[in-house]
Each structure stands twice: as C-alpha cells, then as structure tokens.
C-alpha cells in the first residue's frame, strides 16, 4: 500500500489548507496525524473504511473535517480557521482493522508526510 500526501503549506492564522491522501489498493479506514518539532506524532482525525464513522482529537472539532472519494481513492482533511499551533508535518495512515483508533500503532501504513506552516 503506498499514501501520498500533498496540500501543505504555508498559510496565514484565520486561513484554510486542504490536505489529500492518494492510497493505492483496496480502501482503508484512514486518519491523518502531526508532528510538530521537537514532539511526538499525534491523532488529528480518522474516518472509517466505510465512511460511516469519524473521530477527531479535541483540539480540531469544529474547525477540521476528514471525508473520503472511494472513486479517486483519496482521503482529505479540510483545515479551515487555522492556528499557530496546527503548524506540524501532517501525515496520512491507513488501517486494515478499518476503524477510527487514535494511537500510532493502530496504523499499518504511512505517507511521507505535508508540512502545514500557519504564521501569526
């Protein structure tokens, strides 16, 4: 299975990015992580493989949204009214078990990653 991530960016605080996810192969549950410097990876937001279900970190209710086109086989995450704080490399992960886990481990597949840069 190979992810290809692309989108980022650099946008000013208030602005919106929508990154996409091209996978290869049969659809996956999918979720995108973070990574900010100096810190660990952490969930942003999954989307199960049927797309009946989405889970997102607290940090990014209301402001991102996940959603899926099984035709182009891609996932997105749409980030509108965006912070300081969301600045990180973003990466895409899919998941044979097809749910919305949260931790790092419950991916079986990554991308390469998208460095999102919101100033201030």
């Known amino acids: 299975v190979q992810l290809q991530a692309s989108g980022g960016g650099l946008v000013q605080a208030g602005g919106s990015l929508r990154l996409s996810c091209a996978a290869s192969?049969?659809?996956?549950?999918m979720a995108w992580f973070r990574q900010a410097p100096t810190k660990e990876r952490w969930f942003v937001a999954a989307?199960?493989?049927?797309?009946?279900?989405?889970r997102y970190a607290e940090s990014v209710k209301g402001r991102f949204t996940i959603s899926r086109d099984y035709a182009k086989n891609t996932v997105y995450l749409q980030m509108n009214s965006l912070k300081p704080e969301d600045t990180a490399v973003y990466y895409c992960?899919?998941?044979?078990?097809?749910?919305?886990?949260?931790?790092?481990?419950?991916?079986?597949?990554w991308g390469q990653g998208t460095l999102v840069t919101v100033s201030s």
């Open positions: 992960a899919a998941s044979r078990y097809g749910g919305v886990g949260v931790l790092n481990y419950e991916y079986d597949y």
């Open positions: 989307i199960t493989t049927s797309g009946d279900n989405t």
């Open positions: 192969g049969r659809a996956y549950g």
